[in-house]
């Protein structure tokens, strides 16, 4: 990308590279929290970082002024989670609404629903949530049970989502629901724009393997919504949801590209501490250098994603070239981080914050090879639609 960048784009990094490091939330440093908190403390302080974004005017970058952005580009996006990944700065408590949510509604929402809901994503005045997943539909999203029926002049849904991560904060839901059964069972699907007060909705917390509690189960019981409430057409939601999920896979890796390669440097300074003269062992070296050149390599192939993109290219199925390649990179790095740190390096004896805050980076690596489609599911993808093979039945 820097060799793409604008005179103005250069000096909106430099910009932002001095905002970002002394605004960063009190308590966090280096990628975490330095004290303990209650979820609902921990989601407070991160709405209040995003909030804190968007007041200094970095949220939304580039979406239409119209709806709350500033009219840039997708390059001044990937500057802002680069900037902030390079010096560990929170994620933030909304990617859902940031990245995905708004996506779709600027590709297929109604200019009612852009005017609505995308200013309250960038003011993080809504945090959203992603109701795909089911117990039996995770992968094959098609064979979804959730149903969404036209009655008395409103949406009734009734149904049950799994996974949802960020439900436990969640202002909105962005629902795919069946609303026919029709004879192709990728069609009949609709996206939603649910509130998650509305009446009839349940959230079960459920604990994942960092300890965290960022999973839900999220039921629907007779939950009514306006009619007005459909994303895109009605029956279309799987190409809508598919479009979106090719640009996500796509383009919203550069935070955790330059947040590894932090992490990688976290590494190395422990790894020096330990040595006598501060030299590390040549093992150390070896991994060191083995892993930098891996999340080069890939900060090389998503700027060149990202270039087609702003250039009007649909990078389509290659998405899953690129989400392969993230979700790989990334495990093999967080692998070769932990060897160097080492397990009483991570697990302390003590309740030592500074040491442990590799372990949500190691877990969450673990993950990227399942959500945004899983390895076998992209492999799919480059088999029938990039190397034309025979589809599987
Ligand atoms: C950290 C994390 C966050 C998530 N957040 C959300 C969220 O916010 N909202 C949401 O809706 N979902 C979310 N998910 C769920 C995620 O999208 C699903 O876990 C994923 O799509 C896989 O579905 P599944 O778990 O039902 O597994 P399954 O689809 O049952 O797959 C099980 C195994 O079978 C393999 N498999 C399945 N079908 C095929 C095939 N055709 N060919 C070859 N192999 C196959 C899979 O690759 C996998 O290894 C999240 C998941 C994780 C891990």
Redesign the pocket.
């Known amino acids: 990308m820097d060799f793409l960048l604008t005179a103005d784009q250069r000096a909106f990094r430099r910009e932002l590279r001095e905002w970002v490091a002394p605004n960063l939330p009190v308590n966090w440093r280096n990628g975490h929290f330095t004290k303990s908190l209650t979820e609902a403390e921990r989601g407070a302080a991160l709405r209040a970082w995003e909030g804190q974004v968007h007041a200094a005017g970095y949220a939304g970058l580039h979406w239409p002024k119209a709806y709350g952005g500033h009219g840039l580009t997708l390059i001044e996006h990937l500057i802002f989670g680069e900037e902030t990944g390079r010096v560990g700065a929170p994620e933030g408590i909304n990617p859902?609404g940031r990245e995905l949510v708004a996506g779709v509604l600027l590709h297929a929402g109604s200019e009612e629903q852009k005017l609505r809901l995308l200013p309250r994503i960038a003011a993080c005045l809504d945090v959203w949530?992603?109701?795909?997943?089911e117990p039996n539909?995770?992968?094959?999203l098609t064979s979804l049970k959730t149903r969404a029926e036209q009655r008395d002049g409103a949406w009734h849904i009734q149904g049950q989502?799994?996974?949802?991560?960020?439900a436990q904060h969640a202002d909105m839901c962005l629902l795919l629901a069946r609303t026919s059964i029709e004879k192709k069972s990728n069609q009949g699907l609709t996206l939603f724009a649910v509130p998650m007060t509305t009446a009839g909705i349940t959230r079960r917390g459920m604990q994942q393997i960092d300890g965290t509690w960022d999973?839900n189960e999220v039921f629907f019981d007779d939950v009514t919504i306006p009619l007005a409430s459909a994303i895109g057409p009605v029956g279309q939601g799987w190409a809508v949801s598919g479009a979106v999920l090719a640009i996500e896979r796509a383009t919203t890796r550069l935070y955790r590209q330059a947040r590894y390669v932090n992490e990688l440097q976290h590494a190395h300074r422990v790894a020096r501490s330990r040595s006598p003269g501060a030299m590390v062992t040549a093992d150390t070296r070896q991994k060191i250098a083995d892993i930098y050149s891996e999340l080069l390599v890939l900060r090389a192939l998503n700027v060149r994603f990202v270039g087609r993109i702003v250039a009007g290219e649909n990078v389509g199925a290659e998405a899953s070239i690129l989400k392969q390649c993230w979700s790989h990179f990334h495990q093999h790095s967080t692998t070769g981080i932990a060897e160097i740190l080492g397990v009483d390096h991570w697990f302390p004896p003590t309740d030592d914050l500074d040491c442990q805050r590799f372990l949500p980076v190691y877990f969450?690596s673990r993950?990227e090879t399942?959500?945004?489609?899983?390895?076998?599911?992209q492999k799919?993808i480059i088999a029938e639609r990039l190397l034309d093979m025979p589809r599987?039945r």
Request: some cysteine; glycine content about 10%.
């Open positions: 859902i949530c992603q109701g795909f997943s539909a995770g992968s094959d989502k799994i996974w949802t991560s960020y999973f969450h993950a399942i959500f945004a489609g899983t390895s076998e599911i799919d599987r």
